[in-house]
């Protein structure tokens, strides 16, 4: 048996953007990139895994907003047209560099990897990922979690029980019409937690989360190995706390491995740099260039720029995983001498950080599956080998925490974003009125489940994090008075006794997210 476990998380999310009513739209990109960059690179790297039978498993929480996407029929066509017009876009920029042989060399690389994913997204996953995902999990090589309905920061809604249980319920329906099982493991959205919601957890059926370091380190009483083991509160839920040795090596802007120079440099893009009309319109949203992924500099260190050398690059993914991997092993073999069972080193990381951001990241993963499979220190595994495997974990409950800057709410709770707390509390009062006065069936019924979908999705705490950050900022506003006065407009239609309405129409085939919301759904939202 392995000197000590490694808990390798994937939280993959993203806030639910659909436009129907415009064809090609700036914010969609996001999930078009996060598919070619990370979730289509991730599953290529586990089926070669398994057909290596490199044993390990890694942990992949999958929110309900990004499932909603995944498996929604108008973002599957748009995203094959997208990859359509990438490769356009690269075999002309093929013959505009034909002169330059480092950069025709790295479009072609492109070129390559593009054709490579699309014939991935449409002959080998037929253009839906999840029922792949799930085929990984029965082989082994992934366990699936989820994560809470539209990604809210629970502690925002902690005076409001009913609103948590809401999202709780949206999490458990989704889960069993999109994956066809509800996973044990769920993901706090940015690990916020706050004291009593281990027990509303509990009711619905989830037996294990997950916090930030301080999290573990502040619980009553405090546990004796620290974020090293698993804990238990009195009301049954389990936990696991960030280790931050592991989360220092990839997360950190000043150490962390995606920084080093030979890494692909990020915010360079094609569309920076050739002309709008060889660009062409698909790749502008108004004057807003959309980012084609197409990148020829590496990070460098300097403001001059080198040309990207993939090759190098993935190389050093392989010897930073070979350093990883190394580290965990250092861990527990100080640790375990101090500890009753094999010491757990967490270590979660956004999905997107892999391969968007950091591009050779999925390298990295394969590198650290590789390098862990001939270990005798340490070893992958799945949430629940953990769990299953810690009968008498000690019992303490945790600390009110978040894994956001400064460790708590300030991300999301701050004067940036009261209005929108105000604006979710005011709507709330007034759908609970609705659920009282009005059926919650025929056109009436199918109102007031858009009304729940609109709170539902005005509690995500990207917008919020948007703002804080200055990243997209006018578009989480935007978002936020969107939900907020279709909401205004819905209430509306009830108060007028409406039974058909365009403004319905319109709102509803925009929104449509979550199309089993419902009566046993809401009804949360009314105590």
Request: glycine share 6%; with cysteine.
């Amino acid at each position: 048996m392995a000197t000590g476990k490694l808990v390798m998380l994937l939280h993959a999310h993203l806030p639910f953007v659909r436009n129907p009513e415009h064809e090609r739209f700036l914010e969609e990109n996001w999930f078009f990139e996060a598919l070619s960059e990370c979730y289509i690179p991730l599953l290529q790297s586990l089926y070669r895994m398994v057909e290596r039978g490199v044993k390990g498993t890694i942990n992949l929480s999958l929110s309900p907003t990004l499932l909603q996407m995944l498996a929604d029929s108008l973002l599957q066509k748009r995203y094959s047209k997208h990859l359509a017009e990438l490769i356009d876009l690269a075999q002309r920029e093929q013959r505009r560099v034909e002169h330059d042989s480092h950069k025709f060399a790295l479009i072609s690389y492109y070129l390559q990897r593009l054709r490579s994913t699309q014939y991935s997204w449409e002959q080998r996953y037929n253009c839906n990922l999840i029922p792949y995902f799930l085929e990984l999990q029965d082989l082994g090589k992934l366990e699936i979690l989820t994560c809470v309905g539209t990604h809210p920061f629970l502690p925002a809604y902690q005076a409001e029980p009913g609103v948590v249980r809401f999202q709780l319920e949206l999490t458990v329906k989704t889960a069993q019409e999109i994956l066809g099982f509800v996973p044990k493991s769920l993901w706090l959205p940015e690990c916020g937690y706050f004291h009593g919601l281990d027990s509303i957890v509990r009711e619905f059926g989830f037996e294990n989360v997950f916090l930030e370091t301080h999290g573990i380190l502040g619980a009553k009483p405090q546990p004796p190995y620290g974020v090293f083991s698993p804990i238990r509160s009195e009301a049954g839920l389990q936990f696991l706390g960030r280790d931050q040795n592991s989360s220092r090596e990839v997360w950190s802007r000043k150490v962390g491995y995606p920084g080093h120079p030979q890494y692909r440099e990020f915010f360079r893009d094609l569309v920076h740099e050739a002309p709008r009309d060889f660009v062409g319109e698909y790749f502008y949203a108004g004057d807003s260039p959309i980012i084609s992924g197409f990148k020829y500099y590496r990070i460098t260190g300097s403001e001059d720029k080198e040309i990207y050398q993939p090759l190098q690059a993935l190389q050093l993914a392989r010897e930073h995983a070979r350093q990883f991997v190394l580290n965990r092993e250092a861990q527990v073999q100080d640790l375990a001498p101090h500890t009753e069972i094999p010491p757990v080193v967490f270590a979660p990381y956004d999905a997107e950080l892999f391969g968007h951001w950091w591009f050779e990241g999925p390298e990295f993963i394969e590198g650290v599956f590789e390098r862990a499979a001939w270990s005798s220190d340490i070893e992958m595994v799945g949430v629940s080998t953990v769990m299953d495997s810690t009968p008498n974990m000690p019992e303490a409950n945790p600390f009110l925490s978040s894994w956001g800057e400064g460790g708590y709410g300030a991300v999301w709770m701050n004067s940036q974003v009261d209005i929108n707390y105000k604006n979710f509390y005011a709507a709330l009062a007034i759908f609970r009125m609705a659920y009282r006065k009005h059926s919650t069936g025929g056109f009436s019924g199918l109102v007031l489940a858009q009304m729940a979908r609109e709170l539902a999705l005005l509690q995500s705490s990207d917008w919020a994090f948007m703002i804080h950050n200055n990243s997209a900022a006018e578009f989480a506003r935007n978002r936020m008075d969107e939900h907020y006065q279709n909401f205004v407009q819905l209430n509306q239609l009830l108060e007028e006794d409406r039974t058909q309405s365009r403004i319905f129409d319109k709102i509803s085939a925009r929104n449509n997210a979550f199309p089993y919301m419902g009566p046993s759904i809401y009804r949360h939202l009314a105590r």
